[in-house]
């Protein structure tokens, strides 16, 4: 009884390290969600502040493209090209999966900025094109 308790749990153990393997391995081979934005550029809503608005779907296996609705979105900055990005905001879509939000641009310098989707219901992480903002 006691062998076959011990082949047992080595069978079971050996089963959840090859299928932890596998879904380590594609994670890095997930879908991704297709983040499309209009950067700020001369949408200046105020003295530092600029307008972003973007939409965000997901695709389907047969082609179509679903809005990823009611979803939370984050917004990201960087000041130069060795730092590291930070979440500045995170907003939520609408149920047409879009999302609008408010930036600063500094008053001296440029900062970087991206849109990123954390994964989630079978999609990797999608991080959208980065684009700089300044004052001329």
Known sequence: MRTFRAVLAAFVAALLVSSALATGASAGSLPKRIIDEVPPGDKQVSYNAFKLKGTVSEPQVD???????????????????????????????????????????????????????DNSNGYGNTKGKVWTLYFR
């Not at 809005?67 to 990201?76: F, N, R």
């Not at 590291?84 to 900025?113: C, H, L, N």
């Open 63 to 117: 082609g179509t493209l679903l809005p990823y609705a009611e979803q939370k979105v984050k917004i990201l900055k960087k000041a130069c090209g060795s730092c590291k990005w930070k979440t500045v905001k995170k907003v939520k879509t609408d149920e047409r999966g879009v999302f609008k939000t408010r930036i600063y641009a500094p008053s001296k310098g440029r900062w970087k900025w991206r849109s990123k989707v």
